[in-house]
């Protein structure tokens, strides 16, 4: 059974950097790009970034560009995203995602097969 856990969200004060893990199990994470998304309340869920094997041709959001990175440990199946400078404008839930491809897709059209629940950041303004 295919399956995405986050962790790593809760409340961080501006400025600070946080990191997200997302762990895979049910499927072999060499065969699939992880992608990292957002959403806030009332708003569309944004793609962050996308990150194939190896971290090539990996894809950042240009409103993050600068502060977003992410990690890929395949062996321990785990995908981090990093977010430096944390804004009042970055609390959401965020999530990662994952497709059976070797490069991202479109990131104007991002379309993967799993999800995981999502972990919630908050920042105080």
């Known amino acids: 059974q295919v399956q995405l856990v986050e962790s790593g969200g809760g409340l961080m004060n501006p400025g600070r950097t946080i990191r997200l893990s997302c762990v895979a199990s049910?499927?072999?994470?060499?065969?699939?790009?992880i992608g990292w998304f957002r959403q806030a309340p009332g708003q569309e869920r944004e793609h962050i970034s996308c990150?194939?094997?190896?971290?090539?041709?990996?894809y950042y959001s240009d409103a993050l560009q600068g502060r977003v990175t992410t990690s890929r440990h395949d062996s321990e199946k785990t995908v981090n995203l990093m977010i430096d400078n944390l804004l009042p404008e970055d609390p959401a839930v965020y999530y990662c995602?994952?497709?059976?491809?070797?490069?991202?897709?479109?990131?104007?059209?991002?379309?993967?097969?799993?999800w995981g629940q999502g972990t919630q950041v908050t920042v105080p303004s």
């Open positions: 995602a994952a497709d059976f491809r070797a490069w991202c897709p479109d990131p104007a059209d991002p379309d993967f097969e799993y």
């Open positions: 049910g499927f072999d994470l060499n065969y699939y790009v």
């Open positions: 990150a194939t094997k190896s971290d090539q041709r990996s």
